[in-house]
């Protein structure tokens, strides 16, 4: 019983921290099957992520602080979908007076709601970090991930490599959040492998209801090749080092330590 409940907390926490992403998702669903009037698509798609982003910082549900973050991202993103649009890795069909070079201005608020459920989940779960790896390194991977997306229309593609990488640094490195009180723990590159497998079926949601299409789903959509999941999986890799390293250097929500043993023994659970 006391496990069920946990489980329900922790599926509670999860849904809270994931408002931002809920709200893009049912607006794609909801203007792909009731076509609203006087804007394209895409136009009305970025009223409301803009107005859903003012609600949250209004209300309280994100801080100033992360509303930075969030923003980050968002120019992040947007600078990857200018250049994979301009690839032809991915296209955006519709119509809409807030495309640029083909790349809706709604697409960026796409990776900024994952920015959204980091910091969200990072504040909510009161999530702390163990064995830390140095900073040189953290920037050094991030900026070789996000690079790798770029380069590897033109080059080889290192994104195994990368991802082998990723298991080397962080080896040792542990993620704790607590749940009703209690401190469970768990292999942070677990957490990236289960973040970026939902993220790939959220991918799929996103592109079943048109928010974009790859080239294989022109002509009907079809199943996000497998495949994506490490495209993704990278990209929550950046998503979360940036967040993490940002919040170091700001010295709050959420402390990164190297403890030598855990001080709520008994009170703790392995996930």
Same mark, same amino acid.
């Given at each position: ?18 408002? !931002?992403? =809920? ?27 803009? =107005?859903?982003?003012?609600?949250? =910082? ?14 980050? !991202? %968002? ?10 649009? %301009? ?13 640029? !070079? ?11 709601? =994952? ?10 779960? +009161? ?5 830390w790896p140095p900073f ?15 380069? %590897? %229309? ?24 607590e749940v009703g009180g ?15 497998? !939902? ?28 495949? +994506? ?30 403890p030598t043993e855990h ?9």
């Amino acid at each position: 019983m006391r496990a069920g409940k946990q489980l329900l907390r922790f599926g509670w926490e999860q849904a809270l921290s994931c408002l !931002f992403p =809920v709200v893009i998702f049912a607006s794609l669903a909801l203007t792909q099957i009731i076509p609203l009037p006087f804007l394209p698509r895409y136009d009305w798609l970025l009223l409301i992520c803009l =107005v859903m982003q003012w609600g949250m =910082v209004k209300s309280g549900l994100e801080t100033p602080d992360e509303l930075k973050v969030i923003t980050l !991202f %968002h120019l992040i993103g947007l600078a990857l979908e200018l250049f994979k649009v %301009h690839m032809g890795s991915w296209s955006y069909p519709g119509e809409g007076y807030s495309k640029l !070079f083909g790349v809706p201005l709604y697409s960026g608020f796409m990776y900024a709601s =994952v920015a959204s459920y980091l910091c969200q989940a990072w504040r909510r779960l +009161k999530v702390e970090l163990i064995r830390w790896p140095p900073f040189w390194a953290v920037v050094a991977l991030a900026a070789a991930i996000y690079l790798n997306f770029f380069t %590897h %229309h033109y080059w080889i593609d290192i994104r195994w490599w990368l991802s082998g990488l990723v298991i080397v640094v962080f080896w040792k490195t542990w993620v704790e959040y607590e749940v009703g009180g209690t401190r469970y723990h768990m292999p942070l590159a677990l957490s990236f492998v289960l973040i970026g497998f !939902f993220i790939w079926i959220a991918e799929n949601i996103a592109t079943f209801f048109g928010a974009w299409e790859y080239p294989n789903q022109t002509e009907a959509w079809s199943l996000v090749h497998l495949g +994506k999941v490490s495209s993704w999986l990278l990209l929550v890799i950046v998503s979360f080092l940036i967040v993490a390293t940002l919040k170091r250097v700001k010295g709050k929500g959420g402390a990164i330590h190297i403890p030598t043993e855990h001080s709520q023994q008994g009170q703790e659970g392995t996930v």
